[in-house]
């Protein structure tokens, strides 16, 4: 099992632009969720989805869109960077709501 | 709203000298208290998974404990290895977003001196 990916694994985008960052497990879990960790401050949840086809917001949702077609695939869409955005991203699963979470290696996104 | 404080935010120790490393805790109802291993660069690892006051678990030169307020990872014999940040996270049965979000620690960066 690979477990998490995630792609890329670093981007410098410009204020404005727009871009998709890629997740997939090869574990069939059913949750996935993307969290943001910023320097002095704990990783916070995005957005969060509890199968194919269902997605939530979490508690720092602005500014992003997530979608999930399949049970591999999470991804999370900037739809115009702004430098406030400028942070490492994870994704994680986990097969249940009461297992273990799992995390991806992170992709570090800077705004200029 | 459920908080989680580590502490210290940093500690240097030499190899072989135990420590102790905090996360102090309040949710409405604890489904799972997790602790995670975090190198640079890198994703959380996981550890633990302690779910009510009393549990212990241990691999390797690391204990973890719970109590109803805080946990405790109990670092043995600590070799350069073991250098990383530690992160604490709480999993509340009652909270938002449908119980899935975890509430993070900022960590505590352990630097084990050879």
């Known amino acids: 099992n690979a477990g998490v990916t995630q792609t890329p694994k670093f981007q410098v985008l410009k204020t404005g632009q727009s871009m998709t960052l890629q997740c997939a497990q090869d574990m069939n879990h059913e949750y996935m969720s993307w969290y943001r960790q910023d320097p002095g401050m704990g990783l916070r949840l995005i957005h969060y989805s509890v199968g194919a086809g269902i997605t939530d917001q979490g508690e720092v949702p602005n500014g992003y869109n997530v979608s999930r077609s399949t049970t591999e695939d999470f991804p999370l869409r900037l739809l115009s960077a702004a430098p406030s955005q400028t942070s490492v991203y994870f994704c994680a699963s986990r097969k249940t709501v009461s297992d273990t979470q799992y995390f991806g290696p992170g992709t570090r996104l800077t705004v200029l | ?114």
């Open chain 2, 1 to 114: 709203e459920d908080q989680v404080t580590q502490s210290p935010e940093a500690l240097r120790l030499q190899e072989g000298e135990s420590s102790s490393l905090n996360c102090s805790y309040t949710v409405s109802g604890l489904r799972g208290l997790f602790w995670y291993r975090q190198d640079p660069g890198k994703g959380p690892e996981f550890l633990f998974t302690l779910y009510s006051a009393g549990e212990e678990k241990e691999k390797e030169r690391l204990k973890a404990t719970l109590t109803k307020k805080e946990s405790f990872l109990h670092i043995t014999a600590p070799k350069p290895e073991d250098s990383a940040t530690y992160l604490c996270a709480v999993q509340d049965s009652r909270g938002d977003f449908g119980n899935e979000k975890l509430t993070f620690g900022t960590g505590t960066r352990l630097t084990i001196i050879p």
